[in-house]
């Protein structure tokens, strides 16, 4: 959130100046102002108007408890005193906020208001008292439409127009793995349009909670990068979300937070709409759900966990009741890891297919390659892997 706005210059007589803040006094506080100001403006001045030589470049700097963005700019014309004007909008943020969305707001600022002066002397040729005329009026609207609205568009004249935007900024999504699968949050359809990343548009249609990353590629006939980047991009903006390849052969097991599912009645009858087959969502209570989602547990393999649950097949869709217990972070997935305790299965026979097929198996065999990851990256089934690692030699199979 924006603390103030300010406009300020270098005026030959008084130095640098503070022309127009909003809100009044948080700047350069009055006689009869009754509270202090965000900042000390003296001790800061040479900041706000460098130098020459510093001006055209964003400035950042932090107070004690305050974070001011700057883009100073220096005109240079014979039509000023000393041939030169120098100026500079600037925002006050605290400072534990993100700074990097607000950076463009500043850059936006000097731009248009550089091009303003040199066309029509629009900031020089105001003689407005402070805190008065259409620059003040400018800074104030600006403030509250940022503030409440993360967007602005204010008429400055006939012709021109200031529009800004504050995207939000993210933390870096984890990294795409070629064996998980994207799962959607919203309508991509709905948001998509001529104009998207032509391999955006063929990988779309292909995210559909099924199939994994490498198998998308696949589908789509893009290449693997280029895929990843445009998956990349999708789990930044939380168009995604990023699940294990779902196999009635996998063993999923309760975490520390079915605690929580367990006490939360909305949850639980989110879950009964999202997993239950009949449309009414009846046949399945929820406490039921409960109970079937606290019998998962390692060592048992989905396929027989479904064998003694059979009564309840029929009722409830069962990739949906895994995905929802994941997604929700009640539930994980138990991955098998395969651990080379010596480089056997050297013996191949004098076959160098058979040396380099070893070989491209043998780098998975560390304990930090899952057995998802080690199959789609092989293009093999679990089975086949389970055969290949049975005459490899001393492998050692870490469930976690």
């Known amino acids: 959130m924006i603390k103030a706005i300010f406009f300020s210059k270098f005026d030959i007589h008084e130095g640098p100046k503070v022309v127009h803040q909003v809100p009044s006094d948080s700047i350069v506080p009055s006689t009869t102002a009754t509270h202090p100001s965000l900042f000390h403006f003296p001790s800061y001045s040479s900041y706000i ?211 929580g599912f367990v006490a939360d009645k909305e949850a639980q009858d989110e879950c009964r709409r999202y997993v239950v087959i009949r449309p009414d969502g009846g046949g399945l209570p929820a406490t039921r759900l409960v109970e079937l989602f606290a019998s998962l547990r390692q060592g048992q393999s989905l396929r027989n966990w479904c064998v003694e649950h ?12 895994i995905t929802f217990g994941v997604i929700k972070g009640f539930l994980y997935r138990v991955h098998k890891y395969a651990v080379a305790s010596s480089p056997g299965g050297t013996d191949w026979g004098g076959k160098k297919e058979k040396g380099e097929e070893w070989a491209a198996l043998a780098k998975y065999l560390d304990g930090t390659h899952c057995f998802d990851e080690i199959c789609t990256e092989l293009m093999i089934s679990e089975k086949e892997l389970g055969a290949k690692l049975k005459g490899f030699g001393d492998v050692q199979i870490i469930q976690r």
């Open 49 to 259: 108007i460098p130098r020459q030589n510093f001006c055209a470049h964003p400035i950042s700097f932090c107070t004690s408890k305050h974070r001011v963005l700057g883009h100073p700019i220096c005109i240079s014309s014979p039509h000023y005193d000393r041939n030169e004007y120098i100026f500079n909008f600037a925002l006050v943020l605290p400072i534990a906020t993100d700074a990097t969305a607000y950076q463009t707001v500043v850059d936006k600022l000097a731009s248009l208001f550089r091009t303003l002066e040199s066309q029509s002397r629009f900031l020089s040729a105001d003689r407005a008292p402070p805190n008065t005329g259409k620059i003040y009026a400018l800074c104030e609207i600006l403030l509250e439409d940022l503030n409440n609205y993360c967007e602005c568009m204010i008429p400055i004249d006939d012709s021109d127009s200031l529009n800004i935007k504050l995207f939000p900024t993210y933390p870096p999504p984890p990294p795409v793995r070629p064996h998980q699968v994207p799962l959607r949050t919203v309508r991509l359809e709905s948001l998509t349009d001529d104009n998207w990343d032509l391999t955006m548009l063929l990988v779309l249609p292909h995210i559909d909670g099924l199939h994994s990353v490498r198998q998308i590629a696949v589908r789509a006939d893009a290449d693997y990068r280029l895929v990843r980047h445009a998956l990349d991009h999708l789990l930044y903006y939380g168009c995604v979300l990023l699940l294990d390849i779902f196999h009635f052969g996998a063993c999923y097991a309760p975490t520390a937070e079915m605690a």
């Open 310 to 321: 059979a009564e309840v097949m029929g009722l409830m869709d069962i990739r949906r009741f």
